[in-house]
């Protein structure tokens, strides 16, 4: 039996040392065999496939939808639902063309892009640079560039065309707006353009009065908000990473200018234990502070928690001390107070704003990644997820042994038992060594058996998906709100 402290990482490398398990080493097409399952298995689908699809454009099927679901919930949960500073809130999508103008949108929302002479393909400037420069120190420095500095480096490097591989045939850089602008109205005449959100936080310190006075909140507190955003990228691409449509999970933490700093520290932490406790490797994750230069206008401070994609370091998570600018910029437009007062304090003052903003779909491509592995057992190969249990689509799988009553009836009640507290799949089809191999690759953690013996003796076998062992277990166990909320193997 595994001990119950081991962690997935170590369970899995545990259960394949005592099999004599032979590890598939990483390689440079991870993403492309991640992407070839997730397509296979009904994770994520190309967007409009059915006319061609759409550049950049997904669909979560069926398992995608579950385990999106559940890595909102656990945001939801460990950053609103379990804190007692923290209240929620949703939203509209769509505000007042104002607000954008007020947050600085409209002028200054924008990324350097460039136009390639010899295929017309457009394409962001510093992410070509920061394809082709060798340190970490030369990378950051790109984001405090001019355009004509961006160009100069562009030429000194002899950076090429990644869809024709020209070089020296970019036009020079200009500033591309990522807002996507549509209009309201009944008729071209009377429409007005109105802006689909970039980001949740807006909404959030336009209603910072409305929350506070209701909720009746002291400083601190944070807003929790998850829901949809648009972003016109120009280069949107490595699959969930960047796309044009995402779903967002920010808190914005509203604080004391003199206490800011701390609270800035503390959420960085914050959302580094949440990964790892989802089931990220510590290996697979870094912190980079953002150096003075590289600081957005509005900014105190960065951190991004970085992955390390099959594609090199990126952001994952992105926390910022945001200071007291968009409350203050909202107040000069609107002429309304946004001031906070501090009754035994006697003072009124600005808050700070901490935020923590992270990409439901950039997290889930990050689990996925992290969790994906390659085994041979016994010269067969074994494609696994390792998911946390609270983020993997099915905690359960229940399967009959073999097509035929009494046990479909006995594994069928299982299944309707065991939906109340849990995702639970139900699979008839196929062998019951074929099922194992399936509900593996979709992370599954536990398969429940329900075989002839079941009939006798109510138990079923319990087939745990890191190490493969299996164990006889009473259904009345299972059944236990304990197991069915913590489903360890070793709980049993």
Same mark, same amino acid.
């Given at each position: 039996?595994?001990?119950?402290?081991?962690?997935?990482?170590?369970?899995?490398a545990l259960g394949a040392a005592r099999r004599g398990f032979?590890?598939?080493?990483?390689?440079?097409?991870?993403?492309?065999?991640?992407?070839?399952?997730?397509?296979?298995?009904?994770?994520?689908?190309?967007?409009?496939?059915?006319? !061609?699809?759409?550049?950049?454009?997904?669909?979560?099927?069926?398992?995608?939808?579950?385990?999106?679901?559940?890595?909102?919930?656990?945001?939801?949960?460990?950053?609103?639902?379990?804190?007692?500073?923290?209240?929620?809130?949703?939203?509209?999508?769509?505000?007042?063309?104002?607000?954008?103008?007020?947050?600085?949108?409209?002028?200054?929302?924008? *990324?350097?892009?460039?136009?390639?002479?010899?295929?017309?393909?457009?394409?962001?400037?510093?992410?070509?640079?920061?394809?082709?420069?060798?340190?970490?120190?030369?990378?950051?420095?790109?984001?405090?560039?001019?355009?004509?500095?961006?160009?100069?480096?562009?030429?000194?490097?002899?950076?090429?065309?990644?869809?024709?591989?020209?070089?020296?045939?970019?036009?020079?850089?200009?500033?591309?707006?990522?807002?996507?602008?549509?209009?309201?109205?009944?008729? *071209?005449?009377?429409?007005?353009? &109105?802006?689909?959100?970039?980001?949740?936080?807006?909404?959030?310190?336009?209603?910072?009065?409305?929350?506070?006075?209701?909720?009746?909140?002291?400083?601190?507190?944070?807003?929790?908000?998850?829901?949809?955003?648009?972003?016109?990228?120009?280069?949107?691409?490595?699959?969930?990473?960047?796309?044009?449509?995402?779903?967002?999970?920010?808190?914005q933490f509203f604080t004391h200018p003199d206490e800011s700093?701390?609270?800035?520290?503390?959420?960085?932490?914050?959302?580094?234990?949440?990964?790892?406790?989802?089931?990220?490797?510590?290996?697979?994750?870094?912190?980079?502070?953002?150096?003075?230069?590289?600081?957005?206008?509005?900014?105190?401070?960065?951190?991004? &928690?970085?992955?390390?994609?099959?594609?090199?370091?990126?952001?994952?998570?992105?926390?910022?001390?945001?200071?007291?600018?968009?409350?203050?910029?909202?107040?000069?437009?609107?002429?309304?107070?946004?001031?906070?007062?501090?009754?035994?304090?006697?003072?009124?003052?600005?808050?700070?704003?901490?935020?923590?903003?992270? !990409?439901?779909?950039?997290?889930?491509?990050?689990?996925?990644?992290?969790?994906?592995?390659?085994?041979?057992?016994?010269?067969?190969?074994?494609?696994?997820?390792?998911?946390?249990?609270?983020?993997?689509?099915?905690?359960?799988?229940?399967?009959p042994l073999v097509k035929k009553e009494p046990l479909l009836?006995?594994?069928?009640?299982?299944?309707?038992?065991?939906?109340?507290?849990?995702?639970?799949?139900?699979?008839?089809?196929?062998? &019951?060594?074929?099922?194992?191999?399936?509900? *593996?690759?979709?992370?599954?953690?536990?398969?429940?058996?329900?075989?002839?013996?079941?009939?006798?003796?109510?138990?079923?076998?319990?087939?745990?998906?890191?190490?493969?062992?299996?164990?006889?277990?009473?259904?009345?166990?299972?059944?236990?709100?304990?197991?069915?909320?913590?489903?360890?193997?070793?709980?049993?």
């Open positions: 039996m595994l001990p119950r402290s081991c962690s997935i990482s170590s369970r899995a032979a590890k598939k080493p990483a390689t440079d097409n991870l993403q492309e065999r991640l992407v070839a399952l997730c397509r296979h298995r009904g994770f994520i689908f190309p967007g409009s496939e059915l006319y !061609g699809g759409l550049a950049n454009s997904f669909d979560y099927g069926p398992l995608g939808a579950l385990m999106k679901k559940n890595v909102m919930d656990r945001w939801w949960f460990e950053f609103v639902q379990r804190r007692p500073d923290c209240v929620g809130l949703d939203s509209s999508v769509l505000l007042n063309s104002a607000v954008w103008t007020a947050s600085g949108h409209v002028d200054n929302f924008t *990324d350097p892009m460039t136009v390639c002479s010899g295929c017309n393909s457009r394409v962001r400037v510093d992410q070509l640079l920061e394809a082709k420069l060798q340190t970490q120190e030369e990378i950051d420095a790109v984001a405090a560039m001019s355009l004509p500095e961006m160009d100069a480096l562009l030429v000194q490097h002899d950076v090429a065309c990644p869809s024709c591989g020209q070089t020296r045939s970019f036009q020079p850089a200009k500033k591309f707006n990522l807002l996507f602008r549509t209009n309201m109205g009944a008729t *071209d005449e009377t429409c007005d353009w &109105i802006y689909l959100r970039p980001e949740t936080a807006q909404g959030a310190y336009i209603n910072f009065a409305n929350v506070q006075s209701t909720m009746r909140k002291k400083l601190p507190f944070g807003v929790g908000q998850m829901g949809k955003s648009f972003r016109n990228e120009i280069s949107p691409g490595h699959f969930l990473f960047r796309t044009r449509e995402f779903e967002q999970l920010e808190l700093d701390d609270w800035y520290r503390y959420w960085v932490d914050q959302c580094y234990d949440f990964l790892t406790k989802y089931g990220i490797k510590p290996e697979n994750l870094r912190k980079h502070e953002h150096p003075a230069e590289e600081l957005a206008h509005y900014a105190r401070a960065t951190t991004d &928690i970085q992955f390390k994609y099959p594609f090199g370091w990126s952001e994952l998570w992105g926390i910022a001390n945001r200071t007291s600018y968009d409350l203050k910029k909202h107040m000069d437009a609107s002429g309304k107070s946004l001031k906070y007062q501090d009754l035994v304090a006697k003072e009124e003052f600005l808050p700070h704003v901490i935020e923590p903003a992270l !990409g439901a779909g950039r997290v889930m491509l990050s689990m996925l990644l992290d969790a994906y592995d390659e085994e041979e057992v016994n010269g067969r190969k074994r494609t696994v997820l390792h998911l946390h249990p609270d983020i993997a689509p099915y905690r359960f799988a229940v399967l009836e006995v594994a069928q009640k299982l299944f309707e038992d065991l939906c109340g507290g849990a995702s639970v799949d139900y699979d008839v089809a196929g062998s &019951i060594g074929r099922r194992y191999r399936r509900q *593996d690759e979709i992370g599954t953690p536990m398969c429940l058996t329900v075989d002839f013996d079941t009939l006798e003796d109510k138990c079923v076998t319990v087939r745990d998906r890191d190490s493969m062992e299996q164990k006889r277990v009473p259904i009345e166990q299972i059944l236990q709100g304990t197991s069915v909320k913590h489903s360890g193997f070793s709980s049993f």
